[in-house]
């Protein structure tokens, strides 16, 4: 019996590219580098910011990423003001979550954003107390796909791993389920295709939230 969901934050539960790439653009040209186009920033996200600059910093120029601590600062700040920017939930999210909490299904987030920013996002988006859990990147625990996450977020939520879904739309979300033991549903609607879902070794991919309520 599934007794807790734990989803990714970025394309899983909320389309945030747009304030992933004005953040990043925003960097870039206080750097006084080229800027980078949106599809490229949405092929660099889900690992992490560190991951995301180092690689945007490559793509614009910089092919040594000599600057990637000046950058991570300034994107630090700029980010932090500009994390909900343009961030909706994807369509059917909203009622899947209220169809989940109406089963008594608990609710989590685990996500590689910093942790500041995955709880800003999370609280604005989904108004009222929706998530029993809410996880970004902190230090004391791995980014994904570390296991130590979802570990840290079951044990909080007093549940088995066998108990579990863990819902992701890339393949560090493919990566993070298989290492945690966790049955992991893999989403069609978030940042990585079909094709790059299934190349990454999903099995279970589902097109609609409300596909998800047919799992539980």
Same mark, same amino acid.
């Given at each position: 019996?599934?007794?807790?969901?734990?989803?990714?934050?970025? /394309?899983?539960?909320? #389309?945030?590219?747009?304030?992933? *790439? @004005?953040?990043? /653009?925003?960097?870039?040209?206080?750097?006084?580098?080229?800027?980078?186009?949106?599809?490229?920033?949405?092929?660099?996200? /889900?690992?992490?910011?560190?991951?995301?600059?180092?690689?945007?910093?490559? $793509?614009?120029?910089?092919?040594? *990423? #000599?600057?990637?601590?000046?950058?991570?600062?300034?994107?630090?700040?700029?980010?932090?003001?500009?994390?909900?920017?343009?961030?909706?939930?994807?369509?059917? +999210?909203?009622?899947?979550?209220?169809?989940?909490?109406?089963?008594?299904?608990?609710?989590?987030?685990?996500?590689?954003?910093?942790?500041?920013?995955?709880?800003?996002? $999370?609280?604005?988006?989904?108004?009222?107390?929706?998530?029993?859990?809410?996880?970004?990147?902190?230090?004391?625990?791995?980014?994904?796909?570390?296991?130590?996450?979802?570990?840290? +977020?079951?044990?909080?939520?007093?549940?088995?791993?066998?108990?579990?879904? @863990?819902? /992701?739309?890339?393949?560090? #979300?493919?990566?993070?389920?298989? $290492? *945690?033991?966790?049955?992991?549903?893999?989403?069609?609607?978030?940042?990585?295709?079909? #094709?790059?879902?299934?190349? *990454?070794?999903?099995?279970? +991919?589902?097109?609609?939230?409300?596909?998800?309520?047919?799992? +539980?």
């Amino acid at each position: 019996m599934i007794k807790a969901c734990i989803f990714d934050l970025d /394309g899983t539960l909320t #389309d945030t590219i747009d304030s992933l *790439a @004005y953040s990043v /653009g925003e960097t870039l040209k206080e750097m006084g580098l080229k800027p980078i186009t949106k599809a490229q920033c949405q092929s660099f996200v /889900g690992n992490g910011a560190k991951y995301l600059l180092d690689k945007a910093l490559r $793509a614009a120029g910089d092919t040594d *990423a #000599d600057r990637l601590n000046e950058a991570m600062e300034i994107y630090g700040r700029i980010f932090d003001e500009n994390c909900t920017y343009h961030v909706t939930a994807y369509r059917g +999210i909203e009622r899947m979550i209220e169809k989940l909490k109406e089963k008594e299904v608990k609710l989590a987030v685990l996500s590689n954003k910093p942790h500041r920013q995955t709880v800003k996002v $999370a609280q604005e988006i989904f108004v009222g107390d929706v998530f029993d859990a809410l996880q970004g990147q902190q230090e004391g625990i791995p980014r994904k796909p570390s296991p130590e996450g979802i570990y840290a +977020i079951l044990e909080k939520l007093g549940v088995s791993k066998e108990e579990c879904l @863990y819902v /992701g739309d890339s393949e560090v #979300d493919v990566a993070t389920g298989a $290492a *945690a033991g966790t049955k992991t549903v893999s989403v069609a609607w978030g940042f990585r295709t079909e #094709d790059q879902l299934r190349a *990454a070794g999903a099995s279970l +991919i589902i097109r609609s939230p409300e596909e998800l309520l047919g799992l +539980i």
